[in-house]
Structure formats: structure tokens, C-alpha cells
């Protein structure tokens, strides 16, 4: 399904994070994404952070030219969309570990919604570079999801990386999932030591991306596409490409490394 949508709503959420609300009514599954575009601009893909009911949502971060002329879109204007598509979250497991670093967490809170919703314990450790950029804090507390955080600045919660929080939750126990998106070096760690406790880990991975189809290759991740064998990917999967961790590709393919 593509169509032309009116933005119902913008909402500051960080300062560098914008949410924009609008009609859609294919159904998502969490953890699938859209490819969103200003008619006659650019298109990219964004995870629906909202992705429940026919009101969905997606929060940009300011990257790039193409993310900030979306994020000076204001409600009223007319946006494109298309999808959803890939793959979500496994949504079965009863007790999961969510470690989400910056924007991460857009993609990862409507999973949380409709993993509790199905009778879930989920834990999160978010981090950010400085409180006021912790995402969705206040969502996950709402939801019933246990917070902790962690800032490089030490504004909130522990200093330093989010993965310290992380590791200590997946070594008190109990966890039958850990799922994770941030920057991949610190996904890579994640996977690194859900496998040491033994918890299987599942990461929501990104990539450029043109046909979201599996069929123009721009998003080649080893031996798979991440828009349609993904985004999200288990630890096995993500075992078997060499560049997770390591480098990207731009528009005409070349590595760009982390
Ligand atoms: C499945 C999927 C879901 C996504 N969900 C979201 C979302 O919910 N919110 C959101 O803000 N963005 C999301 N993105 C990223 C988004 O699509 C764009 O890549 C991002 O907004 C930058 O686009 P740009 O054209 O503005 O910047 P560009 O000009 O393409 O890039 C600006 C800078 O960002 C770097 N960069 C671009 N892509 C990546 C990458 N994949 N990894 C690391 N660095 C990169 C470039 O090297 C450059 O330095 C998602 C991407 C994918 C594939
Ligand atoms: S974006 Fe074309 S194959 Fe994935």
C-alpha cells in the first residue's frame, strides 16, 4: 500500500527527535518500518514508533538533508508513505530485555506496548548522550516497563555507555529475550553478552535502503537484505556478517565505516 497522508500531529520529543502522527491504516507489526517521502523529495525508511491502530507514527532524528527537510514538515502537510514492510519482533517471549541506545528506542517502544499488552515483563536500559535525549523514558514507564538509565554525561542515571545497566540486568536472570537498537558497536556488544548469558538477542538493524522490495540490493547486509530479512535479525543471523559492527554502505555502495 502507498499513499498520500496529512500529518495529524508533530511532537517534540528530544531535542534532536521529532515524532510525526498521521492516518494509515495498513496494519504493522512492531519492528516494521515504513519508506517515507516529501512529494517531489527524497524517500527513507523509518520505523513505525507508532504502529498500533490507524494513527501511526515515526520519530526522525536530524541526520542528513533528507531527515531535516521531513522533520520541518508541520501538521497540515502532506506526506508520502509506503509499506509497511520487513520483519518485526518475535513477540512470544514473557520476560525481555530492552537496551536501547538514542533513537534506538523509537523502534523499540511500540514492541515493548504490545509485548506487555500480550503479559510481559519487559526491563529497559535506555541511554542517551544526555538526559534531555533519553527517548520515550517517560513511554516505557507508562507502559509498566521497569526503567533504567544511562547517560555519557552522567545527567541521568549511570555514566558512561548503556550496556553497563544492561549487562548487570542480564546478570541478575530470568530474561527469554534481549532486543536491541542504537549504534551497532554497542549492538554488537549487546549480542556479545546476551550469548554469554545464554539469553538469545534480536537487533533491529539499519541500512540504506531504495526499493525496500529486496530487489534493488542498496541494502545488501552479508548474505541478506535488510529490507525484507529484516530489520530486525536474530544473533545467528547477524553472526554471519562480517561488516555488523564495522561499516555501512552509502547511496553508490561504498563501505562508510562506523
Ligand atoms: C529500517 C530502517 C529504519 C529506520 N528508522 C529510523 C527512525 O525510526 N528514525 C530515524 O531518524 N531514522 C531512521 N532510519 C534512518 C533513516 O532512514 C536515514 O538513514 C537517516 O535519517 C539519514 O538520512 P539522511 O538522508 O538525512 O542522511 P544522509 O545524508 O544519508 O546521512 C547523514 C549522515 O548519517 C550517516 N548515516 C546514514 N545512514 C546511516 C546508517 N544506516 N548508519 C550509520 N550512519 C548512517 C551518513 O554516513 C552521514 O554521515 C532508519 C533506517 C532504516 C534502514
Ligand atoms: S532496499 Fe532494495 S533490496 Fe533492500
Do not use: N
Not at 499513499?3 to 516494521?32: D, K, M, N
Not at 533491529?204 to 530479512?229: N, Y
Amino acid at each position: 500500500m502507498r499513499e498520500v497522508v496529512r500529518v495529524s500531529e508533530t511532537v517534540r520529543e528530544t531535542p534532536s527527535t521529532v515524532t510525526l502522527r498521521f492516518r494509515y491504516a495498513e496494519p504493522a507489526l512492531p519492528g516494521q518500518f515504513v519508506m517515507l517521502w516529501l512529494p517531489g523529495d527524497d524517500e527513507l525508511p523509518m520505523s513505525l514508533s507508532f504502529s498500533e491502530g490507524p494513527e501511526k507514527g515515526v520519530t526522525i532524528k536530524a541526520m542528513g538533508d533528507t531527515s531535516r527537510r521531513i522533520l520541518a514538515v508541520r501538521s497540515g502537510d502532506a506526506v508520502g508513505v509506503r509499506g509497511p514492510y520487513g520483519r518485526g519482533f518475535d513477540l512470544s517471549p514473557h520476560r525481555i530485555l530492552i537496551v536501547a541506545g538514542g533513537s534506538g528506542a523509537a523502534v523499540l517502544a511500540p514492541a515493548a506496548e504490545a509485548a506487555i499488552a500480550r503479559g510481559a515483563k519487559v526491563s529497559v536500559a535506555l541511554g542517551a548522550t544526555t538526559a534531555p535525549e533519553l527517548l520515550f523514558e517517560r513511554r516505557f514507564a507508562a507502559m509498566g516497563a521497569t526503567v533504567v538509565t544511562a547517560t555519557d554525561d552522567g545527567t541521568s542515571g549511570e555514566r558512561g555507555f548503556v550496556t553497563g545497566p544492561a549487562e548487570r540486568l542480564l546478570a541478575a536472570g530470568g530474561f527469554e529475550a534481549v532486543w536491541t537498537c542504537g549504534p551497532e558497536v554497542m549492538m554488537v556488544k549487546v549480542a556479545e553478552r546476551a550469548r554469554a548469558h545464554g539469553v538469545p538477542s534480536f537487533g533491529s538493524v539499519e541500512r540504506h535502503m531504495k526499493c525496500a522490495l529486496g530487489m534493488c540490493d542498496a541494502c545488501a547486509f552479508g548474505p541478506f537484505h535488510v529490507c525484507t530479512d529484516g530489520p530486525v535479525f536474530g544473533a545467528d543471523r547477524l553472526a554471519q556478517v562480517p561488516e555488523f559492527g564495522k561499516f555501512h554502505r552509502g547511496p553508490s555502495g561504498g563501505a562508510i565505516p562506523f
